[in-house]
């Protein structure tokens, strides 16, 4: 049983930074790739930003140049580093792991944790 727990979110400025933090409970972290997902009420879950066990990251094109994932093995954590927030960034972030990537395509794992709110005002 792979178990994530997201924190970090909360409510900031348009302009401001945040920093998503996503703990893994597994002794295979190492080898799943991990991503961050968000979901805006009414609309489908998307990717955000991916990381495989190699540390090749992709990203969506509306975070390209803002936003930066890594990854700590030892520690089991994928993070989540947010700048330039946008208002439309608004949403439920979501932790996954044990994805993969076809082509250029990074497909959602299994693993899913309970996500956690980011809001940006105006």
């Known amino acids: 049983q792979v178990q994530l727990v997201e924190s970090g979110g909360g409510l900031v400025q348009s302009g401001g930074s945040l920093r998503l933090s996503c703990a893994a409970s597994t002794t295979v972290f190492r080898v799943f790739a991990m991503a961050w997902y968000r979901q805006i009420p009414g609309k489908q879950r998307e990717l955000v930003a991916g990381i495989t066990a190699d540390s090749v990251t992709y990203y969506a094109d509306f975070v390209k140049g803002r936003f930066t994932i890594s990854r700590d093995n030892t520690e089991k954590m994928v993070y989540l580093q947010m700048n330039s927030l946008k208002p439309e960034d608004t949403a439920v972030y979501y932790c996954?792991?044990?994805?993969?990537?076809?082509?250029?395509?990074?497909?959602?794992?299994?693993?899913w944790g309970q996500g956690t709110q980011v809001a940006v005002s105006s």
């Open positions: 996954n792991a044990d994805g993969w990537v076809v082509g250029s395509i990074f497909r959602p794992g299994e693993h």
